[in-house]
């Protein structure tokens, strides 16, 4: 796992598998964990990366309801969790979810836990709005379109935006579950202004990037969808993202908005 500093209070710690990233952010001696990394021995090290840096946990906030991004409480299990009112709702209406999909990760690569995934009722934030921590305020901007549930979080001291799973330069848009291509287009609207004032975005997936590079992304992100729309699979992907893997989700993106509304 790597962990990289992109302000006095943000630290990013990007995981081994997926490069799923974990954000703390911290004010007046408080602190979020937002997101989480997936091996136990990486989220058992991000306490003592918290501590090291001085910050104090006090609240896990999750981008979004996908498992890879909800496995916090194993690095703090008595946080609370917070998260959008969507997927708060996500949650609710399909639980055990999470516990499903960590299980056939963990079958496949043969990986143990210390104790079964737990999550608690999350506190609904709203969204679009704000949140204390410390004696500042986080801006919430909702997100949808990967899923249908989901959140961006703006850190305006630090020009951080923590995006969940969008702007990634790793990975291609992805539509799944009741995301929409339509959805997936709004949010990359609603994403631009902050990702132009940004000097660092925190994407679900991949490493920090600077505020030009995520623009340039949100840009071929942008041309990738409306040709899935108007072409279907004879959609170019982003040059930097043409690995097999990428064509796969490329095949489910093509099987998804074939047999949606677009
Ligand atoms: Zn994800």
């Given at each position: 796992m790597r962990a990289v500093g992109l302000h006095a209070d943000v630290v990013v710690a990007t995981s081994r598998a997926y490069q799923t990233t974990c954000t703390l952010v911290r004010a007046g001696g408080e602190a979020f964990c937002i997101d989480s990394p997936v091996f136990p021995d990486e989220l058992e090290i991000v306490p003592a990366l918290a501590e090291q840096a001085g910050f104090t946990v006090v609240g896990l906030l999750a981008t979004h309801a996908d498992w890879d991004h909800l496995l916090g409480r194993y690095a703090f299990p008595d946080a609370p969790l917070g998260c959008a009112e969507t997927t708060a709702a996500r949650l609710v209406s399909d639980p055990g979810n999470a516990q499903r999909k960590l299980r056939e990760f963990d079958e496949e690569l043969y990986v143990e836990r210390p104790r079964p995934l737990s999550l608690p009722s999350a506190q609904r934030l709203p969204v679009p709005g704000k949140l204390e921590v410390g004696e500042r305020e986080l801006e919430l901007q909702p997100t949808d379109g990967h899923t249908e549930d989901g959140m961006a979080i703006w850190v305006p001291w630090a020009r951080v935006l923590v995006c969940?799973?969008?702007?990634s330069p790793v990975e291609i848009p992805m539509i799944q579950g009741k995301g929409t291509l339509s959805g997936y287009l709004a949010t990359l609207d609603r994403l631009e202004p902050l990702v132009e004032q940004s000097d660092h975005v925190v994407p679900g997936h991949g490493p920090p990037i600077d505020g030009a590079r995520a623009a340039a992304i949100l840009r071929e992100d942008r041309g990738y969808l409306e040709a899935l729309r108007s072409d279907g699979e004879a959609a170019k992907l982003p040059l930097a993202r043409r690995t097999a893997e990428q064509r796969k989700i490329h095949a489910r993106n093509v099987a998804h908005t074939g047999s949606h509304t677009r």
């Amino acid at each position: 796992m790597r962990a990289v500093g992109l302000h006095a209070d943000v630290v990013v710690a990007t995981s081994r598998a997926y490069q799923t990233t974990c954000t703390l952010v911290r004010a007046g001696g408080e602190a979020f964990c937002i997101d989480s990394p997936v091996f136990p021995d990486e989220l058992e090290i991000v306490p003592a990366l918290a501590e090291q840096a001085g910050f104090t946990v006090v609240g896990l906030l999750a981008t979004h309801a996908d498992w890879d991004h909800l496995l916090g409480r194993y690095a703090f299990p008595d946080a609370p969790l917070g998260c959008a009112e969507t997927t708060a709702a996500r949650l609710v209406s399909d639980p055990g979810n999470a516990q499903r999909k960590l299980r056939e990760f963990d079958e496949e690569l043969y990986v143990e836990r210390p104790r079964p995934l737990s999550l608690p009722s999350a506190q609904r934030l709203p969204v679009p709005g704000k949140l204390e921590v410390g004696e500042r305020e986080l801006e919430l901007q909702p997100t949808d379109g990967h899923t249908e549930d989901g959140m961006a979080i703006w850190v305006p001291w630090a020009r951080v935006l923590v995006c969940g799973d969008y702007l990634s330069p790793v990975e291609i848009p992805m539509i799944q579950g009741k995301g929409t291509l339509s959805g997936y287009l709004a949010t990359l609207d609603r994403l631009e202004p902050l990702v132009e004032q940004s000097d660092h975005v925190v994407p679900g997936h991949g490493p920090p990037i600077d505020g030009a590079r995520a623009a340039a992304i949100l840009r071929e992100d942008r041309g990738y969808l409306e040709a899935l729309r108007s072409d279907g699979e004879a959609a170019k992907l982003p040059l930097a993202r043409r690995t097999a893997e990428q064509r796969k989700i490329h095949a489910r993106n093509v099987a998804h908005t074939g047999s949606h509304t677009r």
